[in-house]
C-alpha cells in the first residue's frame, strides 16, 4: 500500500531540489507500469497506472497529475497530487495545455546514460512525447533529469532513514540466528535455507534474487562474489562469509559477516588470517573517514584501496560502495574506481543524507574470503555507521 507521508515528503523534497538545481519542471511520462515501470513512481506516486500518465513538478509548487480516466480516482485519493486530470481520448490536449498555462523555461524528463534509476522513459515514451509536443515549443525545451533524480534518491528523507536503519536492525538480528546456526557440517545451501525461513517469521524479503541472496561462501574453493550457494560445508578451519540484505517495508539493508570455525587445537584464528581481517577494517575505516559532502565518490574508493595495498594485498575488483535504500543499488553516486565500466558515477559528488555501504575484502589461500560491508549515512560533519561494525573475527568453536 502508498505511503502518503512518505510520497508527500518525497514530492515536496522534489520541489526544493528543482529551486536548488534551477530547473523550471519536472516531468514523469509514462504508460501500464504494471509492465515497465519507471523507478522514479516508487518516489512520487508509489501506485499503477494503466493509461499513459503524466505527472509535472515545478519549482513553483505545482503538482499537476494528468492520468486516465480510470486511474484518477486512486491517484487523487493520495492527496498528494493537485490537480488530479483525467482524460478520455487523448492526453495531448490537456499535457499540452497544462504546459501552455506553466511555461517552463526547461522540462526535466527521466533519461540517462549513467543511472539506470533516472533512466526509466523508454526509447518509444520519448518518440511519444516528442510526437505529441510537436508543434510547441515545448520539444525544445526537454533535459536529463538525472541529476534532479540522482538527488532525490540520494538524499534520504527522515521517514526513509528510519526505514533503512529497521532494516539494518533486522538483518543485524539475522546474522546473530546464523552465527548460532552454523556449526561443522552444514552446507552453502542449507545455512542460505535457514535464512530464506528466518526471513519468513521476521516478514521480510531478500533484498535482490533470492537464488544468492544470501550469497554463502565456505571455505578456500568457494567462489566470491555473485554467486548461488552450494554443498560446500562448513569444516573446521575454514572461514564463512555471508552476504546478505533484507527489504523490510519497502527498504533495503545490506551487510557482509565473516566466522572463523577453530580447528582441531586451536583457541584462535591462525595470525594470516586475523591479519586479513585487520586490513580489510582498516581499509573500510579509512573510506569511512574519507566519506563526506563534497568529495567524489572515486576519492572516497581510493583512500580504501591505499589503506589496503599498503598492507600489501591486492586490489579489490568492484568499488567500495553504493547507495542503498529502495533497492539495493539505490541511487547515481558510486564509491569506485574511475573505471569505464562504471561510466560517470564514481565522480559523482557525496551529499549530505546519503546512505551508502562500505564493502571489500581478500582471500586467505587455504582458508577463505575475508570480506566486510557496512552501512553508513552521509551528515552535514562527515558520516556515520548505522550498522554495528564487525570490529573482531567472529568465531565458531566445533
Known amino acids: 500500500m502508498p505511503n502518503p507521508a512518505l510520497i508527500r515528503e518525497k514530492v515536496r523534497q522534489a520541489i526544493a531540489l528543482l529551486n536548488e538545481k534551477g530547473i523550471d519542471a519536472w516531468l514523469t511520462f509514462v504508460r501500464e507500469t504494471e509492465q515497465t515501470r519507471d523507478p522514479v513512481l516508487d518516489l512520487i506516486l508509489d501506485l499503477n497506472v494503466t493509461w499513459i500518465s503524466a505527472f509535472i513538478l515545478t519549482a513553483q509548487g505545482d503538482r499537476v497529475a494528468i492520468v486516465g480516466r480510470f486511474d484518477r480516482e486512486n491517484v487523487a485519493a493520495l492527496e498528494v497530487w493537485d490537480p488530479v486530470i483525467g482524460y478520455d481520448e487523448s492526453i495531448r490536449g490537456p499535457l499540452v495545455e497544462t504546459l501552455q498555462r506553466l511555461n517552463p523555461r526547461e522540462i526535466a524528463i527521466n533519461y540517462s546514460e549513467n543511472d539506470p534509476a533516472a533512466d526509466g522513459l523508454t526509447h518509444g515514451m520519448w518518440c511519444m512525447l516528442h510526437r505529441l509536443l510537436s508543434g510547441t515549443p515545448f520539444v525544445g525545451r526537454l533535459i536529463s533529469a538525472e541529476d534532479l533524480i540522482g538527488s532525490l534518491r540520494g538524499r534520504k528523507t527522515p521517514l526513509e532513514l528510519e526505514a533503512i536503519r529497521r532494516a539494518v536492525e533486522t538483518t543485524e538480528r539475522l546474522f546473530a540466528e546464523i552465527g548460532a546456526f552454523l556449526r561443522p557440517g552444514r552446507t552453502e545451501r542449507?545455512?542460505?535455507?535457514?535464512?530464506?525461513?528466518?526471513?519468513?517469521?521476521?516478514?521480510?524479503?531478500?533484498?535482490?534474487?533470492?537464488?544468492?541472496?544470501?550469497?554463502?561462501?565456505?571455505?578456500?574453493?568457494?567462489?566470491?562474489?555473485?554467486?548461488?550457494?552450494?554443498?560446500?560445508?562448513?569444516a573446521p578451519g575454514v572461514l564463512v562469509h555471508v552476504d546478505l540484505g533484507i527489504r523490510q517495508e519497502g527498504f533495503c539493508s545490506d551487510l557482509q559477516r565473516v566466522w572463523y570455525v577453530l580447528g582441531e587445537g586451536e583457541t584462535e584464528p591462525p595470525p594470516e588470517v586475523q591479519r586479513a581481517f585487520r586490513a580489510v577494517r582498516e581499509a573500510i575505516q579509512a573510506g569511512f573517514q574519507t566519506l563526506r559532502p563534497g568529495v567524489q565518490g572515486w576519492e572516497v574508493d581510493a583512500a580504501a584501496r591505499r589503506a589496503l595495498a599498503g598492507q600489501g594485498y591486492p586490489e579489490y575488483l568492484h568499488a567500495l560502495g553504493h547507495h542503498i535504500g529502495r533497492t539495493v543499488h539505490d541511487g547515481s553516486t558510486i564509491l569506485g574506481p574511475r573505471w569505464e565500466r562504471y561510466g560517470q558515477t564514481p565522480y559523482g559528488v557525496v551529499e549530505a543524507g546519503n546512505v551508502f555501504t562500505l564493502e571489500l575484502g581478500v582471500r586467505v589461500p587455504g582458508y577463505g574470503y575475508v570480506g566486510l560491508e557496512e552501512d553508513v549515512r552521509v551528515t552535514p560533519q562527515g558520516a556515520e555507521w548505522i550498522s554495528h561494525p564487525q570490529t573482531e573475527l567472529w568465531v565458531i568453536r566445533p
Open 190 to 234: 542449507e545455512i542460505q535455507a535457514f535464512v530464506h525461513e528466518r526471513m519468513r517469521a521476521y516478514g521480510v524479503e531478500p533484498a535482490w534474487d533470492p537464488d544468492y541472496c544470501p550469497i554463502v561462501a565456505v571455505g578456500p574453493e568457494a567462489p566470491a562474489g555473485h554467486a548461488m550457494p552450494g554443498d560446500r560445508r562448513v
